[in-house]
């Protein structure tokens, strides 16, 4: 019974180690930089001058837009044009949406680090597997390493004190020597 429910318990945490690995895989958000060219409040669209040409990114319920740190509307940023401009494009089925803008205008010298969204540890992920590995390995230590031995004796409490079980059932109720 002992070795089933160990190898039960090698089995799901093998199981549930290697679930996580393919998570490791998870694609990181794309960062645009960029100018604020213009916010459009009614099409909810915002339009950057990148490195590669001015495009327009539409805006989602789920997109974080931030000037110098406090969260805003895409209606509040028709007076940051021109401003330098972050975009942090997230995957989601088989495109990019945006995901979080950080628009920082000239008052503020300091902006806060992107939410790290919908993205994975990889280090999180290798730790796992190498205390899985560890545990595994000291489980089977332990199977293997008394495998060969017999079980030591199992003392009872019976008419004249503490007894050991004799091996072989040799001298019943009498003490082991």
């Given at each position: 019974m002992r070795q089933l429910t160990a190898v039960a318990t090698v089995v799901l945490i093998a199981c549930l180690g290697l679930a996580s690995v393919g998570s490791a895989q998870a694609q990181q958000p794309l960062q645009v930089q960029g100018t604020l060219e213009a916010a459009n409040c009614?099409?909810?669209e915002l339009t950057v001058n990148t490195p590669g040409g001015t495009q327009t990114f539409p805006?989602?319920?789920?997109?974080?837009?931030?000037?110098?740190?406090?969260?805003?509307?895409?209606?509040?940023?028709?007076?940051?044009?021109?401003?330098?401009?972050?975009?942090?494009?997230?995957?989601?089925?088989?495109?990019?949406?945006?995901?979080?803008?950080?628009?920082?205008?000239?008052?503020?010298?300091?902006?806060?680090?992107?939410?790290?969204?919908?993205?994975?540890?990889?280090?999180?992920?290798?730790?796992g597997?190498?205390?899985?590995?560890?545990?595994?390995?000291?489980?089977?230590?332990?199977?293997?390493?008394?495998a060969g031995s017999p079980p030591a004796p199992a003392p009872a409490y019976g008419p004249g004190g503490w007894h050991h079980q004799c091996p072989n059932n040799e001298n019943p109720g009498w003490r082991c020597r």
């Open positions: 009614q099409t909810q805006v989602t319920n789920q997109t974080a837009i931030y000037v110098n740190g406090t969260l805003t509307s895409v209606c509040s940023l028709q007076s940051s044009a021109g401003a330098p401009v972050t975009l942090y494009l997230v995957p989601e089925n088989s495109q990019f949406v945006l995901g979080r803008v950080d628009v920082s205008a000239a008052q503020s010298a300091s902006q806060p680090q992107p939410a790290n969204v919908g993205a994975s540890s990889g280090a999180s992920t290798a730790v597997i190498a205390l899985g590995a560890l545990f595994l390995g000291g489980l089977a230590y332990v199977l293997l390493h008394n």
